[in-house]
T-cell receptor, first 115, second 109 residues
Framework: DAGVTQSPTHLIKTRGQQVTLRCSPKSGHDTVSWYQQALGQGPQFIFQYYEEEERQRGNFPDRFSGHQFPNYSSELNVNALLLGDSALYLC??????????????FGAGSRLTVL | DQQVKQNSPSLSVQEGRISILNCDYTNSMFDYFLWYKKYPAEGPTFLISISSIKDKNEDGRFTVFLNKSAKHLSLHIVPSQPGDSAVYFCAASYYKLSFGAGTTVTVRA
């Protein structure tokens, strides 16, 4: 049973560019969340998608946007990249909707480097 | 605004001894607490959780204690094994999950 899969695993962009990261949730899961993990820090919540809508959002600017598709997969888009956007981007999925008590299953992440 | 804090960035413990990881939080609205474990090049994996209405939850070698009045929780691992060497994240939930910065545990043979 495949868990959460993310692509690409690594990518390098330059300032001002745009990036799209992709995530396929674990089979049976319908809710996807995205996290940013900077070096030496814990994951920071970006947003959560359920039923193809953004349900919750963390303290991130509008340059960060997302989408959830009917098959529950999701994309994270970041526009006008800044050096500070360099981080590991983690996708997590869960079943059972948006309850904070749900246990998340994480992917291995996409490592973004902005030069 | 760091609502969940893990003040010890690292912990070294001998195999077979107890590992104690600590976590403090500031938001009294948190109603669920979790610990995740992360190996290099892998995503965090769920370890154990506790609801705010309880003060202890045990699962095999892992026990989580919650002290709501002190806004403090801890994870005990007994006995520690080499495979426990990893980064441990404390997380707290109120609609969304907030993570601490992590504690790197090294179990010495």
């Amino acid at each position: 049973d495949a868990g959460v899969t993310q692509s690409p695993t690594h990518l390098i962009k330059t300032r001002g560019q745009q990036v799209t990261l992709r995530c396929s949730p674990k089979s049976g899961h319908d809710t996807v969340s995205w996290y940013q993990q900077a070096l030496g820090q814990g994951p920071q919540f970006i947003f959560q998608y359920y039923e193809e809508e953004e349900r919750q959002r963390g303290n991130f600017p509008d340059r960060f946007s997302g989408h959830q598709f009917p098959n529950y997969s999701s994309e994270l888009n970041v526009n006008a990249l800044l050096l500070g956007d360099s981080a590991l981007y983690l996708c997590a999925s869960n079943g059972g909707g948006t309850s904070g008590a749900n246990v998340l299953t994480f992917g291995a992440g996409s490592r973004l480097t902005v030069l | 605004d760091q609502q969940v804090k893990q003040n010890s960035p690292s912990l070294s413990v001998q195999e077979g001894r107890i590992s104690i990881l600590n976590c403090d939080y500031t938001n009294s609205m948190f109603d669920y607490f979790l610990w995740y474990k992360k190996y290099p090049a892998e995503g965090p994996t769920f370890l154990i959780s506790i609801s705010s209405i309880k003060d202890k939850n045990e699962d095999g070698r892992f026990t989580v204690f919650l002290n709501k009045s002190a806004k403090h929780l801890s994870l005990h691992i007994v006995p520690s094994q080499p495979g426990d060497s990893a980064v441990y994240f404390c997380a707290a939930s109120y609609y969304k999950l907030s993570f601490g910065a992590g504690t790197t545990v090294t179990v010495r043979a």
